[in-house]
């Protein structure tokens, strides 16, 4: 059999303009976080202010102790309820199963933040619980009973976990389905019942994929800023914000976010250890699958209850509490203010998404083309972005594009003698640079895929026929990936409507997106008016999980 070569050999003893692009790219998407670490090390270096001593002394333990609590928390609870959702959808038939095979991605719609909104509202003094049980038992104030306290850790770990667990249910699901059935025969014929299958079999062969998850949802808490800011949770992001905004101290801010690359780093570093180590195999090609056992009666209600709680949680009761207090107050739709954030979002998200999507493509072809190392040494780093938080990548792309802006406005005005203001920091610029690194992961993702799945003897054919790279990208290549293109797209733009940290601190000002809108509303107590917004990044966040479960249809 002929070996058929995976990319077309170079016949230039330079590099390619498709090379030299892949690795521009690739350093764009990794600049922000050299940028922190270089701000973060500079006073040490360079001898300058250096606040690490002050950070340690006051406020630094307090933010890393919250902020490892929290992830604890949430990456314990999140594994519990994903896991559990997964083995019981892919084990049992029960009432409403098919159903809620796909219900339960539904809170990946929701923010976090919408998520807290929704609960305080719920749960506070004013709120329903809380006024009828005062009606049902006769209670005259808060005197008279004990409520748990809303605004606590506690209550954030239990709104992040309800919106973050689907990465483990998604991840943990796709592992039980491809076990054989084969494991769980020999169990049951050995009589180890249905937890101890779980515990023996089920959970073991799983554990990689369920690591991963729980990986991903402890960087998505480190990264969230909305939940914990409304309750009152002082976190390493939070430092991030109160550092740099309201002591006026870039280089703290950056000395903070370099703790929370640490954090992410060791993350990434635990994650791939564990699945270095836990290697699992199917003996046979064509294994049979786990026939899933059929509960009936009281058995098959508590199944579906169970899998109902975490949907309930995570998407009934926010969107159920936005959705009222924007039927309530219609009067909010007419809002100027929001169709502005409305026409901000659509704008800056959508070239963003464009953007990153058109760079994905390029860097994923240069690389296939080059045959040289570095691009290739580099487009695993582009991923970093995604795992960093949105406030770490504001430190990474502000300070520097400042000094950038002013340096260009300077020299303009030199020149010309016109002042030209700033024009990278003073527009969406910032914004749409956040967006396109912190999600490049996604779109480079679908699109080294969507390569890999084209015949490498296309291309070479269209190349035989005297077509350029870039016809055959056009004519060859596009016309067999551009409904994985669109998909990255649309995926990519619903992350950028729905990022918050990154949009609060390169937003131009008296420039709100929908994501801002509800978080500067819902910080003055104003529900009534961050409810239409909310409503509209819910309904974008629902087409991305239509997405998703289409693709993980089964």
Same mark, same amino acid.
């Given at each position: 059999?002929?070996?058929?070569?995976?990319?077309?050999?170079?016949?230039?003893?330079?590099?390619?303009?498709?090379?030299?692009?892949? *690795?521009?790219?690739?350093?764009?998407?990794?600049?922000?976080?050299?940028?922190?670490?270089?701000?973060?090390?500079?006073?040490?270096?360079?001898?300058?202010?250096?606040?690490?001593?002050?950070?340690?002394?006051?406020?630094?333990?307090? @933010?890393?102790? %919250?902020?490892?609590?929290?992830?604890?928390?949430?990456?314990?609870?999140?594994?519990? +309820?994903?896991?559990? &959702?997964?083995?019981?959808?892919?084990?049992?038939?029960?009432?409403?199963?098919?159903?809620?095979?796909?219900?339960?991605?539904?809170?990946?719609?929701?923010?976090?933040?919408?998520?807290?909104?929704?609960?305080?509202?719920?749960?506070?003094?004013?709120?329903?619980?809380?006024?009828?049980?005062?009606?049902?038992?006769?209670?005259?104030?808060?005197?008279?009973?004990?409520?748990?306290?809303?605004?606590?850790?506690?209550?954030?770990?239990?709104?992040?976990?309800?919106?973050?667990?689907? @990465?483990?249910?998604?991840?943990?699901?796709? =592992?039980?389905?491809?076990?054989?059935?084969?494991?769980?025969?020999?169990?049951?014929?050995?009589?180890?019942?249905? /937890?101890?299958?779980?515990?023996?079999?089920?959970?073991?062969?799983?554990?990689?994929? $369920?690591?991963?998850?729980?990986?991903?949802?402890? +960087?998505?808490?480190?990264?969230?800023?909305?939940?914990?800011?409304? /309750? &009152?949770?002082?976190?390493?992001?939070?430092? $991030?914000?109160?550092?740099?905004?309201?002591?006026?101290?870039?280089?703290?801010?950056?000395?903070?976010?370099?703790?929370?690359?640490?954090?992410?780093?060791?993350?990434?570093?635990?994650?791939?250890?564990?699945?270095?180590?836990?290697?699992? @195999?199917?003996?046979?090609?064509?294994?049979?699958?786990?026939?899933?056992?059929?509960?009936?009666?009281?058995?098959?209600?508590?199944?579906?209850? #169970? !899998? !109902?709680?975490?949907?309930? #949680?995570?998407?009934?009761?926010?969107?159920?509490?936005?959705?009222?207090?924007?039927?309530?107050?219609?009067?909010?739709?007419?809002?100027?203010?929001?169709?502005?954030?409305?026409?901000?979002?659509?704008?800056?998200?959508?070239?963003?998404?464009?953007?990153?999507?058109?760079?994905?493509?390029?860097?994923?072809?240069?690389?296939?083309?080059?045959?040289?190392?570095?691009?290739?040494?580099?487009?695993?780093?582009?991923?970093?972005?995604?795992?960093?938080?949105?406030?770490?990548?504001?430190?990474?792309?502000?300070?520097?594009?400042?000094?950038?802006?002013?340096?260009?406005?300077?020299?303009?005005?030199?020149?010309?003698?016109? %002042?030209?203001?700033?024009?990278?920091?003073?527009?969406?610029? =910032?914004?749409?640079? &956040?967006?396109?690194?912190?999600?490049?992961?996604?779109?480079?993702?679908?699109?080294?895929?969507?390569?890999?799945?084209?015949?490498?003897?296309?291309?070479?054919?269209?190349?035989?026929?005297?077509?350029?790279?870039?016809?055959?990208?056009?004519?060859?290549?596009?016309?067999?990936?551009?409904?994985?293109?669109?998909?990255?797209?649309?995926?990519?733009?619903?992350? !950028?409507?729905?990022?918050?940290?990154?949009?609060?601190?390169?937003?131009?000002?008296?420039?709100?997106?929908?994501?801002?809108?509800?978080?500067?509303?819902?910080?003055?107590? %104003?529900?009534?008016?961050?409810?239409?917004?909310? *409503?509209?990044?819910?309904?974008?966040?629902?087409?991305?999980?239509?997405?998703? &479960?289409?693709?993980?249809?089964?």
């Amino acid at each position: 059999m002929v070996e058929i070569p995976t990319q077309i050999p170079r016949r230039l003893s330079g590099p390619s303009v498709w090379s030299l692009g892949a *690795i521009v790219i690739a350093l764009l998407a990794i600049a922000p976080i050299l940028a922190v670490i270089w701000i973060a090390l500079a006073p040490l270096l360079q001898g300058g202010d250096n606040i690490w001593p002050h950070l340690w002394a006051t406020t630094l333990p307090r @933010y890393l102790a %919250n902020t490892l609590w929290l992830m604890a928390g949430v990456g314990l609870l999140t594994a519990a +309820m994903g896991t559990g &959702a997964a083995w019981i959808v892919t084990r049992y038939r029960f009432p409403g199963d098919r159903w809620l095979d796909y219900l339960l991605l539904l809170p990946l719609a929701i923010p976090a933040y919408v998520g807290a909104y929704s609960l305080v509202d719920f749960l506070e003094y004013a709120g329903p619980v809380q006024t009828g049980l005062r009606h049902l038992m006769g209670w005259t104030s808060a005197r008279d009973y004990w409520f748990p306290q809303i605004r606590s850790l506690g209550a954030a770990v239990l709104v992040l976990s309800a919106a973050l667990y689907p @990465y483990v249910y998604l991840l943990a699901r796709a =592992a039980f389905r491809e076990q054989a059935g084969a494991s769980e025969e020999v169990a049951m014929s050995l009589g180890v019942g249905a /937890f101890g299958r779980f515990r023996r079999v089920g959970l073991p062969l799983a554990r990689p994929a $369920i690591a991963a998850g729980v990986a991903v949802v402890m +960087m998505e808490t480190v990264n969230d800023f909305g939940t914990v800011d409304y /309750f &009152a949770v002082q976190t390493l992001t939070t430092g $991030i914000f109160s550092t740099w905004l309201e002591s006026n101290n870039a280089g703290g801010a950056a000395q903070i976010a370099s703790v929370i690359l640490t954090l992410v780093v060791a993350l990434v570093l635990i994650e791939k250890l564990s699945r270095r180590r836990s290697r699992h @195999y199917n003996a046979a090609r064509g294994h049979r699958p786990v026939r899933p056992v059929i509960l009936q009666g009281r058995a098959g209600w508590l199944a579906c209850a #169970l !899998c !109902c709680l975490p949907v309930l #949680l995570g998407f009934v009761l926010p969107s159920t509490v936005i959705l009222g207090h924007a039927l309530d107050n219609a009067g909010a739709w007419a809002d100027p203010a929001l169709g502005r954030a409305l026409l901000h979002t659509l704008t800056v998200g959508g070239i963003a998404a464009l953007l990153t999507v058109l760079a994905a493509v390029f860097l994923v072809y240069g690389v296939r083309l080059s045959g040289r190392r570095l691009p290739r040494l580099l487009m695993p780093l582009t991923t970093i972005g995604y795992a960093a938080p949105g406030a770490v990548l504001g430190v990474g792309i502000l300070i520097p594009l400042a000094q950038v802006d002013h340096a260009l406005a300077d020299t303009v005005e030199a020149v010309t003698g016109r %002042n030209i203001g700033l024009i990278l920091t003073g527009s969406a610029f =910032a914004m749409i640079l &956040a967006y396109s690194v912190r999600f490049f992961a996604i779109a480079q993702g679908a699109a080294d895929a969507a390569f890999g799945r084209v015949s490498p003897s296309l291309p070479m054919a269209a190349r035989s026929l005297g077509r350029s790279r870039g016809q055959v990208l056009r004519a060859v290549h596009f016309p067999l990936i551009r409904g994985t293109l669109a998909s990255a797209l649309l995926l990519v733009f619903v992350d !950028c409507v729905k990022e918050l940290p990154a949009t609060l601190l390169l937003r131009p000002f008296n420039y709100d997106t929908l994501a801002t809108r509800v978080h500067d509303q819902a910080s003055l107590e %104003n529900i009534g008016d961050a409810a239409p917004a909310a *409503i509209l990044v819910i309904l974008v966040g629902l087409a991305a999980v239509a997405l998703l &479960a289409r693709a993980n249809r089964s």
